[in-house]
């Protein structure tokens, strides 16, 4: 990672400053650290420009009509494309990943600063791949459409979720990529990471017109993982109440609306050939069928290409 990276603290606390400047202060250099007490300051410090990365501190204090995260709305707005790593108590991580969804590059609990916040920074500075001179950049070409990865069980059982999430991680490190469990019933992705609290999953996404099913409405579907940073989730439905059917016009809505978001698109699909999939399938720039090693998952493999390329 290139060094001399210069982070902006935002934060209005001594108590929570000297942990942030004790964990970057052995970093051979990579980091440097400059704090200000307040948004507006902040604001006139990145004018100034030099600055990569901002870390903002959610508990700052906030008038009594202003929105939980007016801080954080203040400062995206002012620097689109700026990396801000939101900081949060344990009992804020909720509003951080509500951050996150809205646009933050990742958050941070401060409790663990001291050990975490290192490898976190790097990780953000290298998914963002800005230039480390200035903040402004040139306007980005047109956004290449995400490639989209489907994968499909010959038949059940065959662990088809765990390959997606394994394909979707290693992705992941370099890119953006969102794993899409696409399935009427039952979701088993979500066991993986067992959530807190209410996790939105994708019958948020199914209770709504597929015309308004945009870029906001799926962010809020997502769950962001926080141990790969890169990697967002759209979970199956958790409850049999939340089970329906996903028919081709929101299929090809959800996933036009994932490809403005993400590099990579890793499709999770149950093991059937009903008409969602074969639409799932069509708009697919890779299929890859997963089976296990005997005769008749083999075979049922064999069928369902058969039948997939007639």
């Excluded at 942030?20 to 604001?43: K, Y």
């Excluded at 420009?49 to 400062?75: A, M, Q, T, W, Y």
Aim: charged share 20%; glycine share 6%.
């Amino acid at each position: 990672m290139n060094k001399n990276v210069l982070v902006l603290l935002i934060d209005d606390d001594p108590a929570s400053i000297e942990p942030i400047r004790g964990a970057l202060a052995h970093q051979e250099g990579r980091f440097r650290l400059q704090c200000v007490g307040s948004v507006p300051t902040g604001l006139a410090r990145l004018g100034g420009g030099g600055v990569n990365l901002v870390l903002l501190d959610l508990s700052l204090p906030r008038g009594k009509e202003d929105e939980e995260l007016s801080h954080f709305h203040k400062l995206h707005v002012e620097a689109p494309n700026l990396p801000i790593v939101v900081l949060c108590s344990a009992e804020e991580e909720d509003l951080a990943l509500s951050a996150v969804r809205a646009g933050a590059a990742d958050y941070m609990i401060k409790e663990r600063c001291a050990t975490d916040l290192e490898r976190l920074l790097q990780s953000v500075i290298e998914r963002h791949r800005r230039p480390l001179d200035s903040i402004h950049v040139e306007a980005a070409p047109a956004r290449k459409a995400a490639t989209m990865i489907t994968l499909l069980g010959a038949k059940g059982g065959v662990g088809t979720t765990t390959v997606a999430l394994n394909v979707g991680s290693v992705l992941a490190r370099r890119n953006k990529a969102i794993v899409a469990e696409i399935r009427p019933t039952l979701g088993t992705l979500a066991q993986f990471f067992r959530p807190q609290g209410q996790t939105r999953n994708v019958t948020g996404l199914l209770n709504m017109e597929p015309a308004e099913i945009a870029e906001a409405e799926a962010a809020s579907c997502l769950w962001p993982c926080r141990a790969i940073p890169g990697l967002s989730l759209l979970f199956g439905p958790q409850t049999m109440e939340q089970s329906q059917e996903l028919g081709q016009p929101h299929a090809k809505a959800i996933f036009a609306t994932f490809a403005k978001m993400a590099d990579f698109i890793v499709i999770d699909l149950p093991a059937a050939l009903s008409e969602t999939n074969r639409a799932v399938i069509q708009a697919s720039d890779v299929l890859a069928l997963v089976i296990e090693r005997d005769s008749i998952c083999v075979q049922a493999a064999k069928m369902i290409l058969q039948i997939i390329e007639s």
